[in-house]
């Protein structure tokens, strides 16, 4: 029998909508060049123009490895947008579809159309207190 947590590619639907962990960190900066030497200088952050990756392996799954993204933003970048706060976080999700179709029938506001690309599907959402929230379905 599959287990319904976790994805397999013949169940799709037996797969539980709902966030796994957090798949980025991204925040305003008034200088993301120099915010990320600063990181780099500073706290040994390996970076690049994107900012920094860290990876990890699942408790449940250790063949697994999962990215989190940090990424310093030029303040003021409409990829928050509607959002007004400084700070955007990315879930790690799973059955993206599923959640949602959920998220729409809780009244919650889904920003625009799943995308799908190699590393994954995304989609964007308001939370209660008006935070844009990337949700990613990781490839």
């Given at each position: 029998?599959?287990?319904?947590?976790?994805?397999?590619?013949?169940?799709?639907?037996?797969?539980?909508?709902?966030?796994?962990?957090i798949g980025?960190?991204?925040?305003?900066?008034?200088?993301?060049?120099?915010?990320?030497?600063?990181?780099?200088?500073?706290?040994?952050?390996?970076?690049?123009?994107?900012?920094?990756?860290?990876?990890?392996?699942?408790?449940?799954?250790?063949?697994?490895?999962?990215?989190?993204?940090?990424?310093?933003?030029?303040?003021g970048s409409?990829?928050?947008?509607?959002?007004?706060?400084?700070?955007?976080?990315?879930?790690?999700?799973?059955?993206?579809?599923?959640?949602?179709?959920?998220?729409?029938?809780?009244?919650?506001?889904?920003?625009?159309?799943?995308?799908?690309?190699?590393?994954?599907?995304?989609?964007?959402?308001?939370?209660?207190?008006?935070?844009?929230?990337e949700l990613?379905?990781?490839?």
């Amino acid at each position: 029998m599959a287990d319904p947590q976790n994805e397999t590619p013949n169940e799709p639907a037996t797969i539980t909508p709902k966030v796994m962990g957090i798949g980025g960190i991204f925040f305003f900066s008034d200088n993301p060049q120099e915010t990320r030497e600063w990181y780099a200088n500073n706290l040994g952050l390996e970076v690049n123009d994107w900012g920094s990756t860290f990876e990890s392996r699942s408790v449940d799954k250790p063949e697994e490895v999962n990215s989190l993204q940090w990424s310093p933003f030029q303040t003021g970048s409409d990829y928050f947008a509607p959002s007004t706060k400084g700070f955007m976080i990315n879930y790690r999700v799973q059955n993206i579809e599923g959640l949602v179709a959920q998220l729409k029938a809780n009244g919650v506001t889904v920003l625009d159309d799943i995308a799908s690309y190699d590393y994954g599907k995304f989609v964007h959402i308001l939370d209660a207190d008006g935070n844009k929230v990337e949700l990613w379905e990781p490839a």
